[in-house]
Every structure is written in structure tokens, then in C-alpha cells.
């Protein structure tokens, strides 16, 4: 499984990025898809997630109302729209499958087998 992600760069605060991570190699039809983010000095966190079996999406608060998580048909690619950010949402931003899960939603990293390597994002104030 490869993950690969694009779309990072430097933005304002208030402004927008738009993410994508491509994704190749799956051998299973049940598996969640999360993007997560590290900030220099923080631990990963998780920010939101979406399995291949059903149409909810998980958003912690941080990003709530200001993020959307999409993805193609074949969930082949996955979005990370990011609108109205801010200073504290720079960090490096990656995509992680967890498999042979159906209808998980979670941002705990240690269920996430396959990562990408990320992406820079940074905001200025």
C-alpha cells in the first residue's frame, strides 16, 4: 500500500489549502482512511477519519466547521479541504489507512498500519 500526499504549502491566516492524498496497493475492501497532522514539538494527532464501508466522517473539534474530508468514487484519493486557518494548524500533514476495519472511525495512529510521508503546511499570521 502507498500513500502519497500533495498540496501543502504556505498560506495566510483565514486562508485556504486544499490536500490530496493517492492511494495504490489496497488488496482489501474494508479499511478507514485518516488524515492526521504533527506540529514541530507536538505528537501526532489525528484530525479526521472516514471508513470505506459508510458515509460518516470524523472531525475533532479543532478542525470542526473549518475542515472537510472527501474522496473520489473508489475512495482512490482522498481530500483534506482546509479553510479559515490558522496559525496553530502548520505542522506536517499525513495520510494513514488502518485495514481490515469496517465502519471504524478513529484518529488513535496505532490503528493505521500504511502512512504517507506528508506534507508541509504552514500559516502565517
Known amino acids: 500500500v502507498q500513500l502519497v500526499e500533495s498540496g501543502g504549502g504556505l498560506a495566510q491566516t483565514g486562508g485556504s489549502l486544499r490536500l490530496s492524498c493517492a492511494i495504490s496497493?489496497?488488496?482489501?475492501?474494508?479499511?478507514?482512511v485518516a488524515w492526521f497532522r504533527q506540529a514541530p514539538g507536538k505528537k501526532r494527532e489525528g484530525i479526521t477519519c472516514m471508513s470505506s464501508t459508510d458515509d460518516y466522517i470524523l472531525y475533532v473539534d479543532p478542525v470542526k466547521g473549518r475542515f472537510t474530508m472527501s474522496s473520489d468514487n473508489a475512495k482512490s484519493t482522498v481530500y483534506l479541504q482546509m479553510n479559515s486557518l490558522k496559525p496553530e494548524d502548520t505542522g506536517v500533514y499525513s495520510c494513514?489507512?488502518?485495514?481490515?476495519?469496517?465502519?471504524?472511525?478513529?484518529?488513535?495512529?496505532?490503528?493505521?498500519?500504511?502512512w504517507g510521508r506528508g506534507t508541509q503546511v504552514t500559516v502565517s499570521v
Open positions: 494513514a489507512v488502518a485495514p481490515w476495519v469496517r465502519g471504524l472511525t478513529t484518529t488513535d495512529p496505532r490503528l493505521f498500519n500504511y
Open positions: 496497493g489496497l488488496t482489501f475492501d474494508d479499511y478507514s
